[in-house]
């Protein structure tokens, strides 16, 4: 899917236009607990386009003045972006912060389309032309808070995507990301792996964007470490911080069949940890939870068993996704890894057979009978998987409002019981049978 970068400088209508692009859709961040919800990234479309947007206004830097805060964001959206509004005040006309953006832009080869926001009706359209003086062509004349104009500026911006989305691989090549905040150590296990004997790196794809993937081979199973671009190039400014750590890891989480959680051992784990892992399980991707580290925790016995629960205790919704506990730098279990991520990938697009599943539940509904609410008794009828990658079940019931969320849970359980789906979450859908 192609990505939209929105920047300018503050006060612009950057949020207000981005709602209204994204529209009424739940954010890709649903609400688990303990996890915030981030309105800076999120997928939309527009009639036959699907595509990802940001709002680089979202992404605070730090403490550095507001010009390079400005220019930051306007980094941002050169590195992560396919197409990028430059959006624009037409209340105030063109300013000193708009031409420092113009010239960040500037430097780029990817595709700017200019918006000038707050023209509320065609009376005001004159004002527009001051700012044909930036540089970027035509541009176009919208009202975020009316909603006008935007029809127009996406066929511009959907003009520019790309045919191609340079992300395609065939099916059966495992695709994997590395999240975890900074300093976990996500660089330093790519090498490792990328350093095992028997591995062949295959020539880094160039892609349309920056994004680099790093295609490799192991006992003839192809694999691609998603975006790792952002790894090698460090020391931007704005890389430390969470939002944009976070909308990296999105961009990756969404690109991969499975997704290793990188904790650090020796810090133990932390609030951003856990927002991290979230996003993980929300968007249903396989998981596997690396502490990595591990040379240089201090341990008896028991350590690995109580750092194995806190774990449990702290990412209660990633309870299918198996922990390994290694060390990028010593490369002890690193050897492990691998046989894990092909695990999880074969959990993520297993698909069993439709008579063992009724089997399966039937015998478990016998044991454990459904519950009953005011009265009526939930009636499960036919269980059927309807997709993988995650793998998702239909469950087709008499009143889906007897079908609450515990016994979904049973069912799932019931499930991963009876079939191996270590490392992927499952979905359970309950549909009433007409
Ligand atoms: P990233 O930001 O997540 O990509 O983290 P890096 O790979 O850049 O690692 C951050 C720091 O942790 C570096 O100083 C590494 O040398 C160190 N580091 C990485 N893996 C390990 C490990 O397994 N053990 C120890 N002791 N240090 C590590």
Request: aromatic content about 8%.
């Amino acid at each position: 899917k192609p990505t939209v970068a929105i920047v300018g400088r503050p006060n612009v209508g950057k949020s207000t236009i981005f709602n209204r692009i994204v529209g009424e859709r739940i954010s890709i961040v649903e609400d688990i607990p303990g996890v915030t919800r981030d309105r800076i990234y999120s997928s939309a479309d527009w009639l036959t386009h699907d595509f990802n947007i940001i709002d680089t206004g979202g992404i605070d830097i730090g403490d550095e003045p507001f010009l390079t805060q400005i220019r930051q964001q306007a980094e941002v959206a050169i590195d992560e972006a396919d197409v990028i509004i430059f959006l624009t005040n037409g209340r105030e006309g063109v300013t000193a912060a708009d031409e420092e953006v113009a010239k960040i832009l500037y430097k780029t080869k990817k595709p700017v389309v200019l918006a000038v926001n707050k023209i509320d009706n065609p009376d005001m359209r004159a004002d527009i032309y001051d700012f044909y003086t930036l540089g970027f062509g035509e541009p176009f004349p919208i009202s975020g808070s009316h909603g006008l104009g935007l029809g127009d500026l996406l066929d511009e911006v959907a003009k520019h995507f790309p045919e191609h989305d340079a992300g395609d691989y065939d099916e059966d090549v495992i695709k994997f990301c590395l999240i975890g905040r900074p300093n976990v150590g996500k660089s330093s296990l790519v090498n490792a792996l990328l350093g095992e004997e028997r591995v062949i790196v295959s020539n880094v794809a160039g892609t349309t964007r920056d994004a680099v993937d790093t295609p490799y081979t192991k006992d003839g199973q192809e694999y691609v470490i998603i975006d790792t671009a952002g790894m090698r190039k460090k020391g931007k400014v704005y890389e430390t911080t969470e939002k944009y750590s976070v909308l990296r890891a999105l961009r990756a989480i969404e690109r991969s069949d499975v997704v290793l959680v990188v904790i650090d051992g020796e810090e133990g784990i932390i609030e951003q940890d856990k927002h991290i892992a979230g996003y993980a399980h929300e968007a249903g991707r396989a998981v596997v939870i690396v502490v990595n580290k591990w040379d240089a925790v201090e341990k008896d016995e028991k350590t690995m068993k109580e750092f194995e629960e806190k774990i449990r205790a702290h990412f209660l919704f990633l309870d299918y996704a198996p922990i390994v506990f290694l060390s990028a730098k010593t490369k002890k279990r690193i050897h492990t890894l691998l046989p894990m991520i092909n695990a999880a990938s074969e959990s993520h697009s297993l698909r069993v057979q439709t008579n063992v599943l009724n089997d399966v539940i039937a015998d478990a509904v016998a044991r454990n009978p459904a519950p009953t609410h005011n009265g009526k008794r939930l009636k499960l009828y036919y269980v059927t998987q309807v997709a993988v990658k995650p793998p998702t079940f239909v469950v087709f019931v008499n009143d889906t409002e007897l079908f609450h969320f515990s016994y979904a849970r049973f069912i799932e359980n019931r499930i991963r019981d009876a079939f191996e789906f270590t490392g992927t979450p499952i979905k359970i859908i309950g549909r009433e049978r007409d």
